[in-house]
C-alpha cells in the first residue's frame, strides 16, 4: 500500500505502426508494470486507469462504480472544460445504474435470448448468402465493409427491431458519426438529434400499425414512447457497429494469420472457438468509463468517491495471467471467459445474437472466396482513430479470383 502506483501519464492516441490488432503499446506496458495506474485525464482531472483482467471484471460487477452518465464529466482524450454533462435520456439504459438500468433491460432480456437467436440462424444465412452473391456478381474486388460487413448485421437488426431496411444508409451514416470518432461535436449531435427524430417517428407508427417485431412487442408494457426511442437508439447502434466492426476487423486479422485462416477453413468445427478467440483478441469496445460512489479499495489502492476509473478491456482481454501467450490469435485457444461482452449488469444484451452473425459469416465468406486476400498492402488498410468509442477499420479492400 505504501509503495507508490505506477502512472500512465495519458491515454495514447493511436496504435504502434505495423500491429493493428494490438492495444496501444503504452496501456500493454502499463498493464506489465500493474494492473492499476494512476491516469491524467485531457482536463487534468487525476483518475485511474485498470489494465488487468481481474481487477477489469470485479469493477464491472461492483455497484460501487457508477455507469451514470451525468457522472462522465472527464475525458480521458477530450477536455470538456465547464459543460454540464446531463442524466442519460430515458431508455438509454446503458449510462444508467439501477433500478432505472433495469427497468429497460429486463423487458429486452427474453428477447434476445440463446434459442432465439438461434432461431434467427437461417434467416442470417440467407441474408449472408443474398450480400455474398452481390459480391461476387459485382466482379473480384470490393471493399468489405461496405459490401458485407456493414450491410449484414444492419438488415438482421433492422428486421428485429422493425427498422425498414430502405432507412438504413441513414441511420449507418449516423451510427458511423456517434461512434467513429472523426466528426466534430456538432456533426455528432446533429446526427444523435437526426437519429431520435426518426426513432420518434418510428414509435409512432409502430403505435398506429404493431408489426411482429421487438419494438412492437415492447408496446404492450408500461413504457412510454420516449422510452421506447431511447430503448431502441441502444439496440440500433449496438445491434449494427460492434458486429459490423468484428465481421471487417476479425476478416483482417484472419487474413493476416494465414495459419488460423487455413485452419478454420479445414475445420468447419472450429468456428465457435474462432468466433470467441476473435472477440477477445480484437476487444474492438475497447473500454468502459465508471465513477466510483464511495471510496473503494481496488488492486491495493484507494479510489476515492467521485474519480473515474477507465476500464481497458483491450488489455483484460490480453492479460498474460488469463490468458497464456495473449498477443497471439490461436482459434484453438481453450481459455473462454473473455470481457469483449463486458460483465456484470451491463453485459451485452445481443452478445449472442452477435455470435450467430459472426459464426454464419465468417464460415460463408471464406467458404465462397477461398482465394480472398487484401487487395491493398495491410499498412494502407484505413483504420478508425483510437479516440473511437468502437474500433475497426474504416474500409477493407479485399480481392480474390
Known amino acids: 500500500m505504501s509503495e507508490s502506483p505506477h502512472t500512465a501519464m495519458t491515454m495514447p492516441t493511436a496504435r504502434q505502426s505495423g500491429c493493428p490488432f494490438d492495444p496501444p503499446k503504452e496501456l500493454t506496458e502499463a498493464r506489465e508494470q500493474s494492473p492499476i495506474s494512476r491516469l491524467t485525464f485531457a482536463d487534468g482531472h487525476q483518475g485511474w486507469l485498470v489494465t488487468g483482467y481481474d ?80 459480391m461476387e456478381r459485382a ?6 465493409v461496405t459490401a458485407f460487413a456493414k ?63 421487438v419494438l412492437s412487442d415492447l408496446l404492450d408494457s408500461d413504457l412510454t414512447d420516449e422510452e421506447l426511442k431511447g430503448m431502441a437508439l441502444i439496440l440500433l447502434s449496438a445491434g449494427f457497429d460492434t ?75 490480453r492479460d498474460p495471467e488469463r490468458f497464456p501467450d495473449p498477443h497471439r490469435l490461436d482459434l484453438r485457444r481453450q481459455d473462454g471467459g473473455h470481457l469483449a461482452f463486458s460483465h456484470g449488469i451491463h453485459q451485452c444484451l445481443g452478445q449472442q445474437l452477435a455470435r450467430v452473425e459472426m459464426r454464419v459469416a465468417f464460415p460463408a465468406l471464406l467458404n465462397r472466396f477461398p482465394t480472398l486476400r487484401l487487395a491493398v498492402p495491410a499498412e494502407e488498410v484505413a483504420l478508425r482513430p483510437e479516440i473511437a468509442d468502437v474500433y475497426g477499420v474504416k474500409s477493407l479492400p479485399v480481392t480474390w479470383s
Open 55 to 134: 481487477l477489469t471484471r470485479s469493477i464491472l460487477a461492483d455497484p460501487r462504480f457508477s455507469s451514470r452518465k451525468e457522472l462522465m464529466v472527464h475525458h480521458p482524450m477530450i477536455d470538456y472544460g465547464d459543460v454540464e454533462v446531463p442524466p442519460a435520456p430515458p431508455g438509454e439504459f446503458l449510462l444508467m445504474d439501477e433500478p432505472r438500468h433495469g427497468r429497460y433491460r429486463k423487458p429486452l432480456v427474453g428477447k434476445f435470448t440463446v434459442r432465439r437467436m438461434r432461431q434467427l440462424t437461417e434467416r442470417v444465412e440467407q441474408i449472408t448468402a443474398d450480400h455474398l452473391d452481390a
Open 151 to 213: 450491410p449484414v448485421p444492419a438488415m438482421v437488426i433492422c428486421e428485429l427491431l422493425g427498422v425498414p431496411y430502405e432507412d438504413r444508409d441513414f441511420f449507418q451514416e449516423h451510427i458511423d458519426n456517434f461512434l467513429g470518432g472523426e466528426v466534430s461535436d456538432e456533426v455528432l449531435i446533429a446526427s444523435y438529434l437526426a437519429v431520435q427524430r426518426y426513432l420518434a417517428e418510428l414509435v409512432a407508427a409502430k403505435r398506429a400499425n404493431p408489426t411482429d417485431d
Open 243 to 317: 458486429t459490423a466492426n468484428m465481421l471487417a476487423l476479425g476478416t483482417f486479422a484472419l487474413l493476416q494469420n494465414p495459419e488460423q485462416l487455413a485452419a478454420l477453413r479445414a475445420d468447419p468445427t472450429l468456428v465457435d472457438q474462432a468466433v470467441e478467440e476473435l472477440l477477445r483478441y480484437l476487444s474492438v469496445v475497447k473500454q468502459f468509463y465508471r465513477v466510483a460512489l464511495e471510496d473503494v479499495e481496488v488492486g491495493g489502492r484507494i479510489i476515492t468517491a467521485g474519480t473515474m476509473v477507465i476500464l481497458g478491456l483491450n488489455t483484460a482481454n
Open 139 to 144: 466482379g473480384t474486388t470490393a471493399d468489405l
